[in-house]
């Protein structure tokens, strides 16, 4: 016959709980804490010498009297400070919306003013690398919306940094949608970026390991860690939107997403 163990006294459970529960929301707050101090540090003792690194070579690159040979380990140079530029961006970006500190600014704008915005943002991105870049919109392109533009914005200018990335340099192409949809529960702003690329791989497609590149001939053409892509879908998530991947089948990919919006009587 099994004797009885020792009596289990209530009181003493829930006391241990609730400081284990202590323990691990100290340890959470010290994590975020330390993350933040590093994140800071990567702000101030990275991206600031590296903009002075980047203005530095834009200079030099700019002397006619540079050799051509000169000039072509420049530009290497260059466009590795660039990527490397943009991969802190986006780490310190995807932290501060992970950590509430990214704040929705709900502004009048039209669908014509976003695709303007966009594009002229990577116009002179587009022409040195050889690609066409265009925008497309429907009828209701001026119609007068109210959204948070700069998580819009900043989520298509994540996708756009990436479409011109992988088109292939010299006879690429990228293009934006931007068009308005009405559905049952209201208005809602549909946007898709679209490459002719290589196209995106199978993990990546199944939206379960956002930070891999790809394949390894992929990361050592493209580099990137595809922080871009969770950014632009946490920022679409933010919004209450929905976010979409799919490979084109003339090859090449497409990332649309979709947002409510309200109509708004001006801008």
């Not at 380990?73 to 919306?97: C, G, Q, V, Y």
């Not at 992970?98 to 587009?126: C, N």
């Not at 580099?223 to 871009?228: F, P, R, S, Y």
Request: proline share 3%.
């Amino acid at each position: 016959m099994t004797k009885p163990g020792p009596a289990v006294d209530g009181d003493r459970l829930s006391l241990d709980s609730k400081a284990l529960l202590e323990k691990a929301r100290q340890e959470a707050e010290q994590a975020e804490k330390a993350k933040n101090e590093f994140l800071a540090n990567i702000n101030h003792e990275l991206r600031t010498p590296l903009n002075v690194v980047i203005g530095m070579l834009n200079l030099v690159l700019e002397d006619e009297t540079v050799s051509e040979d000169l000039r072509g380990n420049l530009a290497l140079a260059k466009e590795a400070a660039d990527r490397l530029f943009i991969i802190l961006n986006d780490l310190i970006e995807l932290s501060n919306l992970e950590g509430g500190r990214l704040a929705i600014d709900v502004i009048h704008f039209s669908p014509q003013m976003l695709l303007r915005d966009i594009l002229l943002q990577f116009e002179d991105q587009a022409r040195a690398k050889g690609l066409r870049l265009h925008g497309e919109s429907d009828g209701h392109g001026e119609a007068v919306l109210e959204g948070g533009y700069n998580f819009i914005i900043l989520a298509l200018e994540k996708l756009l940094q990436n479409a011109v990335k992988f088109a292939d340099e010299g006879r690429g192409e990228a293009a934006v949608r931007v068009v308005t949809e009405n559905k049952a529960d209201g208005p809602w702003l549909a946007c898709a970026v679209r490459d002719n690329g290589p196209g995106l791989p199978p993990d990546i497609l199944a939206a379960q390991e956002l930070f891999r590149q790809g394949d390894g001939s992929m990361t050592r053409r493209h580099g990137g860690l595809g922080l871009g892509l969770r950014l632009a879908r946490n920022l679409v998530a933010a919004l209450g939107g929905r976010f979409g991947l799919a490979n084109l089948a003339g090859g090449g990919a497409e990332v649309s997403f979709s947002v409510p919006v309200k109509l708004a009587e001006k801008v």
